[in-house]
């Protein structure tokens, strides 16, 4: 009771079931600039990673989440104009800058968008701070977001923290999750882990209560 006399909600943790009508699934840049061969060339053992490890993870979880009938929503990095004026003054500084329509913005094939699932381009780290990403989860009734997708401690790492922060019980379903060292991907896991609930793929799927 509080010192008016009303009661607070208990709430008991993390480890709830998840009601696929109250669910959705954010995609974080899965797109083509993550296997480009220049990032390739820098990094060969994120994009193997990704190839062997993160992109069939998330393949099943998209596969899992769609038989459900859990929303699916992605979001990529891509400018809204050719030259990028609209961009962040961090990827203008960064000079970060996937012209509206390139083939780098596109999601990756192996998992690609299927029917009307929305994709909706960023430019800055946090999809929730410069997209209307907020407004959409919740005109589509998701009150539980489950985050997979690169770079696991830039992007992955500012959806699940706003996330939490806005009010979304937060999953992040870390398999499906890579960065251009297991050790970053790692430091980031412990980073944010008081922010969502860490999972692997297969524990995600087995919580949601069809």
């Known amino acids: 009771m509080t010192a008016a006399g009303t009661t607070l909600a208990h709430y008991t943790g993390r480890d709830r079931k998840l009601d696929p009508r109250r669910t959705a699934v954010l995609i974080v840049d899965a797109q083509n600039a993550e296997v480009s061969p220049e990032v390739e060339a820098q990094h060969p053992d994120f994009v193997r990673e990704l190839r062997q490890n993160a992109l069939p993870a998330m393949q099943r979880l998209l596969a899992g989440a769609r038989?459900?009938?859990?929303?699916?929503?992605y979001t990529v990095i891509e400018s809204l104009t050719l030259?990028?004026?609209d961009r962040s003054l961090d990827h203008k500084l960064s000079n970060m800058h996937i012209p509206k329509g390139s083939p780098l913005a596109r999601v990756i094939d192996a998992v690609a968008p299927a029917g009307d699932e929305i994709v909706v381009p960023k430019t800055?780290?946090?999809?929730f701070n410069s997209t209307n990403m907020d407004y959409l989860l919740r005109n589509l009734g998701a009150e539980n977001v489950i985050v997979a997708g690169f770079l696991t401690d830039q992007c992955v790492d500012m959806a699940v923290r706003d996330g939490a922060d806005?009010?979304?019980y937060m999953v992040c379903a870390h398999d499906a999750c890579a960065s251009y060292t297991p050790e970053r991907h790692a430091g980031a896991l412990k980073a944010f882990g008081g922010y969502c609930r860490l999972q692997t793929v297969d524990e995600v799927l087995a919580d949601i209560v069809v």
């Open 166 to 168: 806005r009010g979304f």
């Open 124 to 127: 800055s780290s946090g999809v």
């Open 83 to 85: 030259d990028g004026r």
């Open 67 to 73: 038989a459900a009938g859990v929303e699916v929503v």
